[in-house]
């Protein structure tokens, strides 16, 4: 069975920082592109970061780049999110999801409106981030 699950969400004060980590089990690690998506109350889930396992590229929302870093542990099968200096508007439930293809890392894929429901099908159940002002 395929397991997906975040962990490290927490309270913070604006220019803090937190680590979000996700944990995947049940399928070749290294053949996937895991994401890492947001929803704030009232808001579409969008894309923050993914990374191909495959060849550790790398892909960024405009809002979270030189803020966010996205990184893989292949050994512990382990996706991380790095986020530092935190704003009030990165205040969500941060989502973890894998897609069968690396390439839908690109942002022909990623970003694409239709991400979340065609090319991203394993997801975790979300970890809260809050940031304070």
């Known amino acids: 069975d395929v397991h997906v699950e975040e962990s490290g969400g927490g309270l913070v004060q604006a220019g803090g920082s937190l680590r979000l980590s996700c944990t995947v089990s049940?399928?070749?690690?290294?053949?996937?592109?895991i994401g890492w998506f947001r929803q704030a109350p009232g808001k579409e889930r969008e894309g923050v970061s993914c990374?191909?396992?495959?060849?550790?590229?790398?892909n960024y929302a405009d809002s979270v780049k030189g803020r966010f870093t996205i990184s893989s542990d292949n050994v512990k099968n382990t996706v991380y999110l790095q986020m530092n200096d935190l704003k009030p508007e990165d205040t969500a439930v941060y989502y973890c999801?894998?897609?069968?293809?690396?390439?839908?890392?690109?942002?022909?894929?990623?970003?694409?409106?239709?991400?979340?429901?065609?090319?991203?099908?394993?997801w975790g159940q979300g970890t809260q981030a809050t940031v304070s002002s």
């Open positions: 999801a894998a897609a069968r293809r690396g390439i839908y890392c690109s942002g022909t894929y990623f970003f694409h409106p239709q991400a979340t429901s065609t090319f991203f099908t394993y």
């Open positions: 049940g399928f070749t690690f290294d053949d996937y592109a």
């Open positions: 990374i191909d396992n495959s060849d550790d590229g790398t």
